[in-house]
């Protein structure tokens, strides 16, 4: 049976002081969430030292990160490398948000050197693709999608494979409370799992306007293994809610 993941990507929400608030309310709540769920949170890169210290290397919630630089030092001015997110405890790192590839450049190519560097760095990318409504209005999501996951893992290895993650987030379904059926949704995501070798046990989170009331659809889909969720993960209550209704 593949892995059941709830990751929460805070994006530039929250404060040191606001996340440490949330990881004491959060914490108690925990104990209803079914063990087969792991939890993720992914706190903006200022945030990550509190998150850490407030779960205090319990294991039940694990710490990620939103991107992070292919490079382990060097001259990258505000970047931040694998090396420096292991220090603090960081398991997961996002790579390859449609945010990043719309705001901040990312390309196929960048997605490429940062989820094989974070696997080197012994991080678990998140590897996140998807398409946008001109690109499922024009019929070629599939195609789309399987590109962008041909493109971020070529070359790993075997191993390698074996320790990713990957999201399909539709752009149109982001925060915009228009969620992708989940019928569809499993559809495109089988797509994906058998577009590269090694795909079949590795999970796939699906992402775009989850909430509570509609996790377990996707759960319940032979290929959707979890949520990456975005503004529900912000509520402690909201998110142990969502989290409990995964499995
Ligand atoms: P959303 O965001 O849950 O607010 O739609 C999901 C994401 O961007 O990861």
């Known amino acids: 049976m593949r892995r059941l993941i709830c990751a929460g990507n805070w994006k530039m929400h929250k404060t040191a002081r606001e996340a440490m608030g949330f990881v004491d309310a959060f914490l108690p709540l925990t104990g209803r969430i079914p063990d087969r769920v792991e939890v993720v949170l992914c706190p903006p ?58 705001y901040f450049g990312e390309t196929d190519e960048t997605v490429r050197l940062k989820t094989a560097a974070a696997l080197e760095d012994g991080l678990t990318p998140i590897v996140a693709v998807g398409e946008t409504l001109a690109t499922r209005e024009s019929g070629k999501t599939l195609e789309h999608v399987v590109a962008q996951t041909r493109a971020a ?40 799992r058998a577009s590269v070798e090694g ?25 959707i293994d979890g949520g990456l969720v975005g503004g529900a993960s912000l509520d ?4 142990a809610a969502l989290c409990a209704a995964a499995s």
């Open 153 to 192: 893992l070529r070359g790993l290895s075997k191993d390698h494979i074996a320790r990713i993650v990957m999201a399909y987030e539709p752009v149109w379904a982001i925060g915009t409370g228009r969620n992708c059926d989940p019928v569809e949704a499993n559809a495109v995501m089988g797509g994906i």
């Open 45 to 102: 890169f200022t945030a990550i030292a509190a998150v850490a210290r407030g779960l205090n290397n319990q294991t039940r919630v694990q710490l990620g990160a939103q991107d992070m630089h292919w490079e382990r030092s060097g001259a990258f001015t505000g970047a931040i490398s694998g090396p420096m997110l292991s220090d603090l405890g960081v398991k997961y790192v996002i790579v390859g948000h449609s945010e990043r590839r719309e």
């Open 199 to 223: 795909l079949a046990d590795v999970p796939i989170l699906y992402g775009g306007s989850v909430k509570a009331e509609n996790i377990a659809e996707y759960t319940a889909q032979s290929d």
């Open 236 to 239: 402690p209550a909201v998110f």
